[in-house]
Each structure stands twice: as C-alpha cells, then as structure tokens.
C-alpha cells in the first residue's frame, strides 16, 4: 500500500477558529477528493490536518494553513501554494448496532391451527378393492406476527412406519411451540405399513418421503400462509427422523432399486411445484439415515439427539430392532416384542441403517455442521419418560437447543463483512436478504456508499481503523460484523 505521509511544521497562518469549528469537514477543490479536520493543538494554536484521498487505503496527510476571508476559506500548504476551497461538515452516516433479537428463541405469538388439512389423495388396493385415501396435515402458524417470510418447519411423528400419527401429544407440544415462536409447522401424517421383506420396508420409508415432499409442495403453494421458500426446515423422531434426514439429503440415484420397486417418483409433482426448495437445517431425534453415501449429497446442518444404547435405532450402525433392551423397561420391550412377533419374523427385514453417531462423524469430516447430543439411559423416545408420561424437564431442553439451532441457520445467505481483494477501499456483504443496513468506519470516513458496498478511507494517526456493519434481516434477526484493520 502506497501511502505519502508528509510531517511538516505548522506554518504560520491566520486561523478562523471563530469562524470554523473545530471538526472533520469535506473540501470540494476541482475532482479532487479530501477531508480537512480543523482543532487546536497542545498550545492553544488553531491546526489544520489536510487528508487526501490518492485511491489507496490510507490517505496522504499534510499539515497545512487555514485562512479565512469573507467567509471564504484558503488553504495555504507546505510548498507554498495557496488553493482556495468549499468546506462541508462531514456527518457520518447513522450507526448504532441492532441487540441480539430473539425473534425464534422466545415464544411471542398467539397460535392459529388448522386441523386434517388434505394434501395429498393416494390409490390404495384392499382386499382386492381400490379406492383413493386422502393425505393429512395439520398446521400450526403464529398470529399477528406481520412477517411476509415465515420460516416452515416440517414435522414428522415416529412409530417405525407402523403406527403414530400427528396428533401423538409431546408432537402437538413441539409444533405449538415452534408456531409461538414464529414457524408455519406442518406435521405430515405419512402412509404406514407394510409386509415383511426388505423390499417392502424400503418402500415404506421411500412412500413416506414421497409424502413429505408432496406436503412441502402444498404448503408452498398456499401464498396465504407467507412462507419464505429459503427458510424450510424438518425435525422428527425415529421414523420420522429418517424422513426428515431423507427430505434433506435423499437422491433417487442413490437407490434406484427403491425407485423400481415403488414405481414412482419424487420428483413427479404432484401437485407441481411453483417454488423450488430445500432443507435449510434437520432435527434428528433419535433417528438414521439408510446410506451413508446421501450425506455427500448436500451440505445440510444436522443437530441429532440419541441415547449410545438405543434398542431400536442403531446408535452408529446396525440392523433397527437389534439393539439391548433393558429389563426395566417391561412396558417398552413388551411393545417390542409385540411388533416383532406381529410384523417382523424375519430378525433383519430392514436394511443396516446409521444412527446419530456415524451421521455426526460423516458431517463433521465433510466440514459440515453436526451438533449431537447423546444420553445413556438404553431408552428409545426421549420425550416420553418410562411412566410413559412426557419428561418435560428434557422436553423442554430439547426443542430449545433445537430451536437455537434453527434460528442460527435462518438465512440463505448471511452477512459475511469482507474487503475487495482487488480495490483495498471497498467493503461489500451479501444484502440479499438484508432488510436495514447501517455502516461505521471508526478511524476515517465513509466516502460513497451503495445498498451493498462502502469505499472508505483512513486517517493515518487515528488510533484504531476499523469497518462494522449492523442491520435486521428479512427474517427480522440482527447482524453485526466488523473488520479491523
């Protein structure tokens, strides 16, 4: 960086200190860019620092002699030249920086619920008979909250592809309390069942992401509920957690033998999608993927919760059933039992699945974000305590540090402060989904300004040289990002 730096003796000149305030101003002489800050030195005597913008960094400084004649101002410099000048007060532009928001952290809205919302229609075959049965959602939405760029949390309920249903109660819990804090929640009631080969349990968990992407489809097509398509994200438990990792990460390539045994397709839609989409962040509770492979496909942040000893899902790999139960848990291992007997005679009719464990190592090696967090109780479903009841205690842990998680990876594209590499005096961020946007230049001034970009430049014997910039996202989360330099 080039930089002129003269260090001269205040010539001797009559000063205005009367007529000219002490302060920054902007002197206008011809295309010439430059500052002018007038003080008064350590002996009483009026000073003139003259700053020159030369298109680098840090500006060339003088000292030089103010003059003032009828209100007019001279500037008289070291080699004896005299420019006659426009001074301007220099006001920098309006800066303070937003607080921490916790817009999606607190519950803040009143709850609106529409209930068995119809998504989807499906042909099914019953003893011989064929008839259409309707796909339900319900959802759950903040009122008077005045966003027009909702986040959508899909949810999905567990019970192994067998059983459970949206309205299980810690499930209607966790959507009422992520629509207080600001989500469109639609909890997905999938199709269920199946017979008893790998086959058919490959195609319940691919029937149930056919499902989750036609319920993401409807709720994007209801202009009414405001939903920003950058901002989607999915949690579930057991098999509802694999639905959601697969929402996220799943590609028809990776198991074309699923997609030949089904006979259909994601990507057929039904209804067509206006929007495209994808999963901003997945909340894994207690479940897995099939293939390790789909983790490869996209960089999605997971945040998993599961117990080391989970006996129905493998804590990192493993056959699903196939883990310790423990004898306490009479009421837990007889419903076990009654699932295997009734529908599993074959002891492996699952593929090997992985658990939260080899899901957080994947990631982490990737460089993705995983956050996991585990237990060690050899328990399954971590909001029902053993009575059965919901353990509110880990309950209420839970969706937080999910909830936290979220709000972290609400933007697409969040703001990152950097300098152009190639024209050291610019500052740009993405304000691609910025709503308000302020700047600060602490050690020199702002000298043009665009929605995205400052050029600036700097006082060489200020004390500090920093760029911040503050603001609110669409999302209405505040940034805040400084450079020093």
Request: charged share 25%; aromatic share 12%.
């Given at each position: ?28 002489m ?36 103010l ?28 800066f ?41 959602m ?9 966003s ?41 009631n ?28 409807f ?94 899902i ?125 700047w ?31 603001g ?12 020093a330099?």
């Amino acid at each position: 960086m080039r930089r002129l730096v003269f260090i001269l003796a205040v010539l001797s000149a009559v000063c205005c200190s009367k007529a000219l305030d002490p302060g920054l101003y902007r002197v206008r002489m011809g295309t010439d860019e430059a500052f002018l800050r007038v003080g008064i030195d350590s002996l009483g005597k009026d000073t003139a620092l003259f700053y020159r913008n030369s298109g680098h960094l840090t500006a060339d400084t003088l000292l030089v002699a103010l003059k003032a004649e009828r209100g007019k101002y001279q500037l008289a410099f070291p080699d004896s030249s005299v420019v006659k000048v426009a001074l301007t007060p220099y006001e920098a532009p309006v800066f303070h920086r937003f607080p921490d928001s916790d817009l999606y952290l607190e519950p803040r809205y009143a709850i609106g619920e529409s209930k068995d919302v119809v998504f989807g229609r499906v042909l099914r075959s019953q003893d011989g008979e064929k008839d259409y049965t309707n796909l339900l959602m319900d959802l759950y939405y903040p009122r008077n909250d005045g966003s027009e760029a909702r986040p959508l949390l899909m949810t999905f309920h567990g019970g192994s592809f067998l059983e459970g249903d949206k309205r299980d109660s810690s499930l209607v819990e966790w959507n009422r309390y992520f629509a207080s804090l600001g989500y469109v929640v639609s909890c997905v009631n999938y199709r269920l069942g199946y017979r008893r080969n790998r086959d058919a349990t490959d195609e319940a968990m691919y029937r149930a992401l056919k499902d989750a992407n036609a319920a993401v489809r409807f709720v994007l097509k209801r202009d009414s509920l405001r939903i920003h398509s950058g901002r989607i994200f999915a949690s579930g438990e057991d098999a509802g957690a694999i639905t959601a990792l697969n929402l996220a990460y799943f590609r028809e390539e990776n198991f074309p033998e699923i997609i030949q045994e089904s006979g259909d397709s994601i990507r057929v839609m039904r209804p067509p999608l206006v929007r495209g989409f994808d999963i901003r962040a997945v909340a894994n509770l207690w479940g897995a993927v099939p293939d390790t492979a789909i983790l490869h496909n996209a960089d999605i942040p997971v945040i998993s919760f599961q117990d080391r000893n989970d006996p129905v899902i493998p804590f990192e790999t493993g056959f699903p059933f196939d883990g310790p139960v423990d004898e306490e848990t009479n009421f837990f291992k007889s419903l076990l039992e009654e699932i295997m007997s009734w529908f599993l005679p074959d002891p492996h009719p699952f593929r090997t699945m992985y658990g939260a464990g080899e899901i957080h190592r994947i990631l982490k090696e990737r460089g993705v974000q995983s956050e996991l967090i585990t237990f060690d109780e050899q328990w399954h479903d971590m909001f029902q305590g053993k009575d059965g009841d919901i353990d509110y205690p880990r309950f209420d842990i839970i969706k937080e540090q999910v909830a936290r998680f979220f709000a972290s990876k609400m933007e697409t594209s969040p703001v990152s402060l950097r300098q152009d590499p190639e024209d050291e005096q610019l500052f740009i961020i993405d304000k691609s989904e910025v709503d308000i946007c302020q700047w600060q230049v602490e050690g020199g001034v702002i000298i043009g300004k665009s929605d995205d970009t400052i050029r600036i430049l700097l006082f060489p014997d200020a004390e500090e040289h920093s760029v911040s910039v503050s603001g609110i996202y669409t999302s209405g989360l505040t940034f805040f990002e400084t450079i020093a330099l």
